[in-house]
């Protein structure tokens, strides 16, 4: 009989695409209630993608590579769960900021400047003197912002994110010498 197996590329990209959805929900669901989803709130998401990126490597290694895999084999599986996943999300927030909320890019300014004031003390205490030559430089270059330089800014923090937690996640996840397979026969 033919299975119609999926390759294990799809399996993973289909688990990034998942991701990149729900990402995207929880953004549109924190602008329905009125906060900015890019802001310091999305933060407390951070936990999603590594569910699925744990659970689409553990499926892989456990159905298709039969309980094994290696450390780099884990570490670009879940590389391409995470490209996948902010490729889409990236995608989506840039359409949804061009089509229905054109107010993103000036929200972002706004926000980022707003916690820039808000963290000020600390920055002061931290840079000194050099605080303000810092912070003219920074509200100069907030105030350049376009909707591609946040797509691109949050699309790099995705992938240098997913790539920090991919690390951790491999050395849980790799697996060299599996558990036997055992076949129950009726």
């Not at 003197?129 to 909707?147: A, F, G, P, R």
């Not at 699309?155 to 991919?166: E, H, Q, V």
Request: hydrophobic residues 45%; contains cysteine; glycine residues 6%.
């Amino acid at each position: 009989m033919n299975e119609n197996k999926t390759s294990p590329f799809t399996h993973l990209f289909n688990y990034g695409a998942i991701c990149g959805l729900v990402m995207f929900l929880i953004s549109f669901i924190l602008w329905m209630i009125g906060v900015f989803p890019l802001g310091t709130e999305s933060m407390y998401f951070f936990w999603i993608p590594l569910v699925f990126m744990y659970s689409a490597t553990k499926t892989l290694r456990d159905y298709f590579f039969n309980g094994t895999i290696h450390f780099w084999g884990a570490f670009k599986a879940q590389m391409l769960v995470v490209s996948s996943y902010a490729l889409l999300y990236v995608l989506l927030i840039y359409i949804f900021g061009k089509v229905i909320y054109k107010e993103l890019t000036s929200d972002y300014i706004h926000t980022y400047l707003l916690e820039l004031q808000q963290s000020k003390a600390g920055l002061q205490e931290v840079l000194g003197k050099k605080y303000s030559d810092y912070e003219d430089q920074i509200i100069e270059d907030v105030s350049k912002t376009t909707l591609s330089s946040i797509a691109f800014k949050e699309y790099f923090n995705k992938i240098l994110s997913g790539a920090f937690f991919a690390l951790l996640l491999s050395f849980k996840l790799k697996r060299t010498n599996p558990i036997p397979h055992v076949e129950i026969k009726s």
